[in-house]
């Protein structure tokens, strides 16, 4: 099994205990904030909306990344998805789910925060793989091997690992002329063990630009950390932002899992 990218559960439940901690997750969901933007929408000290984002940091919760002179607070989705398939989704709690689904219908919504570098998907990602980087490289590779599936039965995906290569589902042998199915996005970037950088729409629709990272990072005693970023420029519906999301989180548990299985 993974290392997850938080071995002990008792600071994520801390993290959720506090309904501050909890509001600032509400308010990511929407996409990565500045410290700055995410203490003007509380009532409370900027101070104190650091120390909260420092509980939800060492939990997993929260992931910071800097750009520029900038630093933003990315939701980190992947321990809240490991907790729900350990503890919700064995339970079956149909009536618990329906009594969640009236709650969302009658109780009003924040408006999530205005921000200037709002994207249509703006997601970041990290899950620790129990492999060293070199398997889990191959395992990167092997992309089509343990990436999720979500194209029709007569199709396969097809990738070519290396520098303009082509990602997408195609029916038959794989691109070429006369190849039917679609182009999810092209290689631009590829450094052996450290990085894959794929431009593309990615199955979305619409006149959309995007472009997904993954990065790898020796974590030490043989395990390797993972992070994915997903940006996309366009418009794309809320639903549509959520799905690709929580994909990710699949999409990484997916090849902790492959390259785990190899080692």
């Given at each position: 099994m993974?290392r997850?990218?938080?071995?002990?559960?008792?600071?994520l439940?801390?993290?959720?205990?506090d309904?501050?901690?909890?509001?600032?997750?509400?308010?990511?969901?929407?996409?990565p904030r500045?410290t700055?933007?995410?203490?003007a929408?509380?009532p409370?000290?900027?101070?104190?909306v650091m120390?909260h984002?420092?509980?939800?940091v060492?939990?997993g919760?929260?992931?910071v990344?800097?750009?520029?002179r900038?630093?933003?607070?990315?939701?980190?989705?992947?321990?809240?998805?490991?907790?729900?398939?350990?503890?919700?989704r064995?339970?079956?709690?149909s009536?618990?789910?329906?009594?969640?689904?009236?709650?969302?219908?009658?109780?009003?919504r924040?408006?999530?925060?205005?921000?200037?570098?709002?994207?249509?998907?703006?997601v970041?990602?990290?899950?620790q793989?129990?492999?060293?980087?070199?398997?889990?490289?191959?395992?990167?590779?092997?992309?089509?091997?343990?990436?999720?599936?979500?194209?029709?039965?007569?199709?396969?995906l097809?990738?070519?690992?290396?520098?303009?290569?082509?990602?997408?589902?195609?029916?038959g042998?794989?691109?070429?002329?006369?190849?039917?199915?679609?182009?999810?996005?092209?290689v631009?970037?590829?450094r052996?063990e450290?990085?894959l950088?794929?431009d593309?729409?990615?199955?979305?629709p619409?006149p959309?630009a995007g472009?997904w990272?993954?990065?790898?990072?020796?974590?030490g005693?043989g395990?390797?950390?993972?992070t994915?970023?997903?940006?996309?420029a366009?418009?794309v519906?809320?639903?549509?932002?959520d799905?690709?999301?929580?994909?990710w989180?699949e999409?990484?548990?997916?090849?902790?899992a492959?390259?785990?299985?190899?080692s």
């Amino acid at each position: 099994m993974s290392r997850r990218v938080v071995p002990d559960e008792e600071p994520l439940w801390r993290a959720l205990a506090d309904p501050t901690r909890r509001a600032i997750l509400d308010a990511l969901r929407a996409g990565p904030r500045t410290t700055g933007v995410l203490a003007a929408g509380f009532p409370t000290t900027r101070y104190t909306v650091m120390e909260h984002l420092g509980v939800l940091v060492d939990a997993g919760l929260v992931t910071v990344e800097r750009r520029g002179r900038e630093r933003l607070n990315h939701l980190n989705p992947v321990p809240l998805h490991e907790a729900y398939e350990r503890w919700v989704r064995p339970l079956g709690a149909s009536a618990a789910s329906t009594l969640l689904r009236l709650d969302e219908a009658v109780t009003p919504r924040r408006e999530p925060m205005a921000h200037p570098m709002d994207l249509g998907i703006d997601v970041r990602a990290r899950h620790q793989v129990d492999a060293d980087v070199h398997r889990t490289w191959e395992a990167v590779l092997d992309l089509p091997a343990w990436w999720p599936r979500r194209w029709s039965e007569d199709e396969r995906l097809a990738f070519e690992p290396y520098v303009g290569g082509r990602l997408g589902p195609v029916a038959g042998g794989g691109f070429g002329p006369g190849a039917e199915g679609e182009l999810w996005g092209t290689v631009t970037a590829l450094r052996p063990e450290r990085l894959l950088v794929v431009d593309g729409a990615m199955g979305l629709p619409g006149p959309v630009a995007g472009q997904w990272r993954l990065s790898l990072e020796d974590a030490g005693g043989g395990t390797t950390a993972v992070t994915v970023e997903h940006r996309v420029a366009g418009a794309v519906d809320e639903e549509t932002r959520d799905c690709y999301g929580g994909g990710w989180e699949e999409t990484l548990a997916g090849l902790g899992a492959y390259a785990e299985a190899a080692s």
